[in-house]
DNA sequence: AACGCGGGGCT
DNA sequence: AGCCCAGCGTT
């Protein structure tokens, strides 16, 4: 064991502050709404959930609101091209959680009637949805009793048992211990907890002073509550080293091609380029041109830093198969990731 | 259990 | 220039 004599979560004073600092979310329904038995939409709230994905609410907001304008239910996402969806997720990063979205919004009409299932266990057999999401959309939709534990709740809670230990190693006790805690009203004592996570008992700071369960809290009475949760030792981030070719033809059109449908950015749209190595290879041009360097760009991934030099040419649009010839005006539609973009931008090509 | 997988905002 | 995020699927 590793949690030190656990002081019970004080549920009714997290419900109580939630029920006057509760956020404005596109996806929310307000504490005072649901008390009047208006319920969330299982679509929408699904929908937040996985583009939330361990991606902040200030990126999300204008990619829900495009998403559910676009297609505001569950059968005109399923009934949307994947490529459609791609596109619209693009920049948002995680690439597999649009694939999984369009193939989860499928599943829900072909498997289940278009109705979600009602149930946490239900819930998790979707494509993309795992212990985090389902429990969230359990407690928000349908007062499932049950512990919604994020990377906020790991925070709060190793902040509120003071644990001495990395996250991973105690993740069990902490969900039993969020679990006792859990109240009626589950759905809201969940978004009280992320909301105290993301806007008091933050990564770098904590308002101590303003947190409704700072009584039972032990971080709070030591000298600096944010040294936990305890990080395990970070890995380095290795370097790799690529070229980009970025050609555009008389007409102005850029040269786009589809990236493999699995892996790093899987599906999406690129300009064609080397492999990534830890060394830089060779210059290889794809076709005879007039070729410039451009520049240099340096994207930084989970797990590597990438630096890509770019060129560019005019080059003559015959000979290349495998990919489209793309117009200038067109390329916001496209599919293209931040990393592709930037290296369009050092071409001048945006 | 460990790893692969984006991108942006905060400090 | 790091650090961290409303995690999931694969191995």
Redesign the pocket.
């Known amino acids: 064991m590793h949690l030190p004599n656990p002081a019970p979560i004080d549920a009714q004073a997290v419900l109580a502050w939630y029920d006057r600092h509760a956020?404005d979310?596109p996806?929310?329904v307000s504490p005072a709404d649901r008390a009047r038995g208006i319920r969330p939409d299982p679509y929408r709230v699904w929908l937040?959930?996985?583009m939330?994905?361990?991606?902040?609410?200030?990126?999300?907001k204008n990619y829900f609101l495009r998403f559910t304008s676009l297609w505001p239910s569950v059968f005109d996402l399923a009934a949307a091209p994947l490529d459609s969806v791609l596109k619209q997720w693009?920049?948002?990063?995680?690439?597999?959680?649009a694939r999984?979205l369009h193939a989860?919004a499928q599943a829900v009409v072909r498997d289940h009637g278009g109705v979600f299932p009602m149930t946490s266990a239900g819930l998790?057999t979707?494509?993309?949805?795992?212990?985090?999401?389902?429990?969230?959309i359990a407690a928000i939709c349908f007062e499932e009793p049950i512990a919604v534990l994020?990377?906020?709740l790991?925070?709060v809670l190793a902040r509120y048992y003071a644990l001495p230990v990395p996250v991973?190693v105690a993740?069990d006790e902490l969900r039993a211990a969020l679990q006792a805690a859990v109240p009626r009203r589950a759905g809201d004592f969940a978004?009280a907890m992320?909301?105290l996570?993301?806007t008091i008992c933050?990564?770098?700071?904590a308002a101590c002073m303003l947190c409704p369960i700072q009584p039972g809290c032990l971080a709070t009475r030591t000298l600096d509550p944010t040294i936990y949760?305890l990080?395990p030792a970070?890995?380095d981030?290795p370097v790799r080293k690529g070229h980009a070719y970025v050609m555009v033809d008389a007409d102005g059109d850029v040269y786009l091609q589809s990236r493999p449908a699995n892996?790093?950015?899987?599906g999406?749209t690129e300009v064609p380029g080397s492999a990534w190595s830890p060394e830089l290879g060779e210059v290889a041009y794809p076709v005879a041109g007039d070729w410039k360097h451009r520049g240099q760009v340096v994207?930084?991934?989970?797990?590597?830093r990438l630096e890509l030099e770019v060129w560019s040419a005019l080059v003559d649009p015959d000979g290349l198969e495998d990919g489209w010839w793309a117009g200038r005006s067109a390329l916001a539609d496209e599919a293209l990731?931040?990393?592709?973009?930037k290296v369009l931008a050092i071409a001048g090509v945006d």
């Not at 693009?90 to 959680?97: C, D, H, K």
């Not at 979707?126 to 969230?136: D, F, K």
């Not at 933050?202 to 700071?205: I, K, L, Q, S, V």
């Not at 990731?337 to 973009?341: A, E, G, S, V």
């Open positions: 956020r979310l996806w929310r937040s959930e996985v939330l994905q361990q991606t902040t609410v200030a990126a999300v693009a920049g948002l990063g995680y690439y597999a959680r999984n989860c998790q979707l494509p993309g949805v795992g212990a985090y999401t389902s429990a969230a994020d990377g906020n790991d925070r991973r993740k978004q992320m909301d996570g993301a933050a990564p770098r700071t949760p990080k970070k890995a981030r892996g790093l950015l899987g999406m994207h930084v991934f989970t797990h590597f990731p931040t990393l592709f973009r």
